[in-house]
C-alpha cells in the first residue's frame, strides 16, 4: 500500500491505537498487549497495526518525550540562512551534534530551522558557536518565551 493511499485506509481501530500510543503508553513488559486491551484488539494486532502504520510514516517515532526543562536543561529554536548548495553538508554538520532534537527545511529566508537542547546556557551558546565555526553559516537564535505542548488526537 502506497503511503499517499493510507490516508483512506486508516479505520477506527487505527485512530484509537493512535490515540493511546500518544497519549498514554503503557510503560511495562508487554505494553502492546495493554494498547491492545484497552481498545479490543490482541497484542499481535496491535503490533501489526503499529507496524503498518510506521511502514506507511504516519509512524516515525516511538519514544519517550522528556521534559527537558524540568531536568535543568534549556532549549531553543536556531535559525540559519543556508545556500542550497551547501545544505547537505550544513544539515550534517547540524545533526551530529546530539542536542539537535528536530531539523527543518522551509521556504523562508532563514530556510533552514532547528531544535537545540544543552545542558545550561553556557553550553547551549558553546554548541552554537561550534556550530556556525564548522559550517560557517551564522545561526540565529528565538528562544522560546511561552511552551506549548501540541497535542494531536484522532476523533472519529
Excluded at 57 to 83: E, H, M, W
Amino acid at each position: 500500500m502506497s503511503k499517499e493511499n493510507l490516508h483512506t485506509q486508516i479505520d477506527e481501530t487505527d485512530r484509537a491505537l493512535l490515540n493511546e500510543v500518544q497519549s498514554d503508553f503503557p510503560v511495562q513488559s508487554h505494553p502492546y498487549r495493554a494498547l491492545g486491551a484497552r481498545i479490543g484488539i490482541s497484542e499481535e494486532e496491535a503490533l501489526a497495526r503499529i507496524a503498518k502504520l510506521r511502514e506507511a510514516g504516519i509512524i516515525r517515532r516511538i519514544g519517550a518525550s522528556i521534559n527537558s526543562r524540568k531536568l535543568g536543561f534549556v532549549s531553543t529554536l536556531v535559525t540559519a540562512r543556508v545556500p542550497v548548495e551547501q545544505l547537505d553538508d550544513f544539515v550534517a554538520v547540524v545533526n551530529s551534534f546530539p542536542g539537535v532534537t528536530h531539523n527543518y527545511l522551509r521556504k523562508h529566508d532563514f530556510n533552514v530551522w532547528f531544535t537545540l537542547i544543552a545542558q545550561s546556557e553556557e553550553e547551549k551558546m558553546r554548541i552554537i558557536n561550534e556550530m556556525s565555526a564548522k559550517t560557517g553559516i551564522e545561526l540565529s537564535e528565538f528562544p522560546a518565551k511561552r511552551i506549548f505542548k501540541i497535542r494531536v488526537d484522532f476523533k472519529f
